[in-house]
Structures are given as structure tokens and as C-alpha cells.
């Protein structure tokens, strides 16, 4: 019966109807204390309700259970990093890096690397997870941000770009827009600039004001 929970908390989460998942974990626990995918789905449940301290302490249960647990330590380290609390994070995510490493694990664990100002080892870590996943944005646009933050503009500007070829999203072009502001090559960064007006980025009057100061 806690298996058929599970199952059904899994699908729930799936479909971002969280507080139906976490009732169904509730069931699970009731009748399993040492089931740790219940403790997990709803920490992870929780976490995206963005109910940090519960989600926490969801995660730590289910990694006290069965401390082979990924996605425990997954859910924690993203948990940490929402807390504040980068360098927890990052051994979360050396934890989950030895159990399964994945793309989403080096991505995150980037995250958190950006976050504490560690640019060199941000952008090994985003290397890593684009042998896992080539054709995903998200480490590409990591790896831009702390090559931007390195100064080495010319490399940022070619990871914005692999980043927008997977993803058009504007917030890519913006930072790429910055990045050729830094170059002082303001009139690259006003056609950039003028791309973003025409997509589906929603603070539309902050892109003209920006644009009236170049």
C-alpha cells in the first residue's frame, strides 16, 4: 500500500500539484517510518511550495534513512542554496556527484560555486555537465556568467550564444547585452537590446530605459 502511494505522490509532483503530494506521503509515513522515497517526494514537494526549513528537514529525514539516497542529497543542496548557504549545498551536491552524477548535479553545484565568488572551479563544473547534456542550456549560461565575471568577455559572449541556441530566452540576451556593454561595443549591445523588446521578456520599460543610456 505505501509503494501505491509513492507512485501516486511521484505522479502528483510530476504535475506540480504539491500539497496532493504531500498528503500522499503522509499516508506513506503513517504506514512505513523508515520509507525514505516518501521523506524524499515530500521534501521535494515542499521545497517547490518553497517551504525551505520543512523541506530541509524532509531531506535530512530521508538521508538519515538510506544515506545512499541522491536525490535527498539533491533536494537538500538546492534546499541550502535557497537558505543562503552555499558551501552546505556544495557538499550536498558531492554527496549526490558520488551516488549518480548527472547533468542537473554539476549544474546546481555551479549555482552554488557562482554564488561563493569560485569562478574557475563554476566553469569546470558547467564543463562537466555539458558532457552529460550538450543540447541543455542552463550550464552553458553558468559557464557565461563566471567567464564574464573572469573578464574573458569574448568567451562569455560564445557560451551566451551556445546558451540562446538551446534556449531563447531573453534573459540570455540580456546578460549578453551586458557583457558587450563591458566591451564598450554599445551599438552591438543596442541591437541585442532591441531583440529582447521584441520577445516576451516582461519589464519591457527597464530594456528602453537601459537602451536611453547608451
Same mark, same amino acid.
Given at each position: 500500500m505505501g509503494f501505491r502511494f509513492d507512485m501516486i505522490a511521484s505522479t502528483l509532483l510530476s504535475l506540480q500539484r504539491y500539497q496532493e503530494a504531500i498528503n500522499c506521503c503522509d499516508k506513506s509515513i503513517q504506514l512505513n517510518q523508515k520509507n525514505d522515497l516518501a521523506f524524499t517526494n515530500k521534501g521535494s514537494a515542499l521545497y517547490s511550495l518553497n517551504k525551505y526549513k520543512e523541506a530541509l528537514e524532509y531531506s535530512e529525514? *530521508? &538521508? !538519515?534513512?538510506?544515506?545512499?539516497?541522491?536525490?535527498?542529497f539533491g533536494t537538500k543542496g538546492l534546499t541550502l542554496l535557497k537558505l543562503q548557504r552555499p558551501q552546505e549545498a556544495i557538499q550536498c551536491f558531492d554527496q549526490e556527484i558520488k551516488l549518480q552524477?548527472?547533468?542537473?548535479?554539476?549544474t546546481d553545484k555551479?549555482?552554488?560555486?557562482?554564488?561563493?565568488?569560485?569562478?574557475?572551479?563554476?566553469?569546470?563544473?558547467c564543463d562537466k555537465a555539458i558532457q552529460f547534456a550538450p543540447d541543455r542550456d542552463q550550464a552553458f549560461f553558468f559557464k557565461a556568467l563566471a567567464l564574464s565575471s573572469q573578464k574573458k568577455y569574448?568567451? *562569455? &559572449? !560564445?557560451?551566451?550564444?551556445?546558451?540562446?541556441q538551446r534556449k531563447k530566452h531573453p534573459m540570455i540576451l540580456?546578460?549578453?547585452?551586458?557583457?558587450?556593454?563591458?566591451?564598450n561595443k554599445k551599438e552591438?549591445?543596442?541591437?541585442?537590446?532591441?531583440?529582447?523588446?521584441d520577445s516576451n521578456f516582461q519589464d519591457k520599460e527597464f530594456?528602453?530605459?537601459?537602451?536611453k543610456t547608451l
Amino acid at each position: 500500500m505505501g509503494f501505491r502511494f509513492d507512485m501516486i505522490a511521484s505522479t502528483l509532483l510530476s504535475l506540480q500539484r504539491y500539497q496532493e503530494a504531500i498528503n500522499c506521503c503522509d499516508k506513506s509515513i503513517q504506514l512505513n517510518q523508515k520509507n525514505d522515497l516518501a521523506f524524499t517526494n515530500k521534501g521535494s514537494a515542499l521545497y517547490s511550495l518553497n517551504k525551505y526549513k520543512e523541506a530541509l528537514e524532509y531531506s535530512e529525514k *530521508a &538521508i !538519515k534513512i538510506n544515506p545512499k539516497n541522491d536525490i535527498a542529497f539533491g533536494t537538500k543542496g538546492l534546499t541550502l542554496l535557497k537558505l543562503q548557504r552555499p558551501q552546505e549545498a556544495i557538499q550536498c551536491f558531492d554527496q549526490e556527484i558520488k551516488l549518480q552524477p548527472k547533468y542537473q548535479t554539476f549544474t546546481d553545484k555551479a549555482n552554488a560555486l557562482l554564488d561563493l565568488k569560485r569562478f574557475q572551479e563554476a566553469i569546470e563544473c558547467c564543463d562537466k555537465a555539458i558532457q552529460f547534456a550538450p543540447d541543455r542550456d542552463q550550464a552553458f549560461f553558468f559557464k557565461a556568467l563566471a567567464l564574464s565575471s573572469q573578464k574573458k568577455y569574448q568567451d *562569455a &559572449i !560564445k557560451c551566451y550564444d551556445e546558451a540562446y541556441q538551446r534556449k531563447k530566452h531573453p534573459m540570455i540576451l540580456l546578460n549578453k547585452a551586458y557583457v558587450l556593454i563591458d566591451m564598450n561595443k554599445k551599438e552591438e549591445a543596442k541591437i541585442i537590446l532591441k531583440q529582447i523588446l521584441d520577445s516576451n521578456f516582461q519589464d519591457k520599460e527597464f530594456i528602453k530605459g537601459l537602451l536611453k543610456t547608451l
